[in-house]
């Protein structure tokens, strides 16, 4: 399978020297909503009225989605209605940044080192193995937002994500956000895709929303 959303958003995150995840608290919330809307477009989860109910539990064959998928299974079996959508993207993103990095790289993307920070505090660092994928993906949000080519399903979900987190800065970090964050809504708010993909990427938008309040309130 191709890159999945949120391997797109840990790309645009992780700085390609220094293997840094920039934003990362705001990058937590898009790669968690990230796969949760990879999933719904695999027809494995619906995300109806801001709440998320397993429909399918067939693998799909990427780990770091048939994971998730599991989890959200095992999660939800014990509630009585559907939880809200909000609550797992609160519960799993400050862990699925490790996953999605993990994935990276077994395809061979991003590689791991373990550095010292003032020569006494490990952290560890994921700077770019192989910039190709990196470099097609800024190429094809350039199309899309500065062009104005017309996106398909999964980059007008990509581009939701990135504007509902608001992280314009990582798909353009040479622009300043008022340049790009109109195409960018105006994306998220059209009518490129089907009615199904098309509510989910506006119920995640509403999650993003409501997780950034959240989060600047904290």
């Not at 937590?28 to 719904?40: K, N, R, S, T």
């Not at 949000?141 to 080519?149: F, I, K, M, P, Q």
């Not at 506006?202 to 904290?218: K, N, P």
């Amino acid at each position: 399978m191709a890159v999945t959303l949120a391997e797109e958003i840990m790309l645009l995150s992780l700085d390609d020297e220094s293997g840094a995840v920039r934003d990362r608290q705001a990058c937590q919330w898009a790669v968690a909503g990230g796969i949760v809307l990879e999933l719904v477009m695999a027809s494995r989860v619906s995300v109806d009225q801001g709440r998320i109910t397993v429909v399918d539990r067939a693998p799909i064959g990427v780990r770091l989605l048939d994971d998730r998928l599991g989890m959200i299974d095992a999660w939800a079996a014990g509630k009585r209605r559907p939880p809200k959508v909000t609550e797992w993207l609160t519960k799993d993103n400050r862990k699925v940044l490790d996953a999605t990095i993990e994935s990276l790289m077994e395809r061979g993307l991003v590689s791991g080192e373990q550095r010292k920070v003032l020569g006494m505090f490990p952290v560890r660092r994921f700077p770019e193995a192989d910039g190709a994928v990196e470099r097609e993906l800024r190429a094809r949000l350039e199309e899309l937002v500065l062009r104005h080519a017309e996106p398909d399903n999964r980059s007008a979900g990509l581009i939701a994500l990135l504007h509902g987190a608001k992280l314009h800065r990582l798909a353009f970090p040479d622009l300043p956000r008022k340049e790009v964050s109109p195409r960018m809504r105006e994306i998220s708010e059209g009518q490129w895709a089907g009615e199904s993909v098309r509510k989910a990427i506006q119920e995640m938008q509403a999650a993003m929303t409501a997780v950034a309040l959240v989060t600047m309130r904290s």
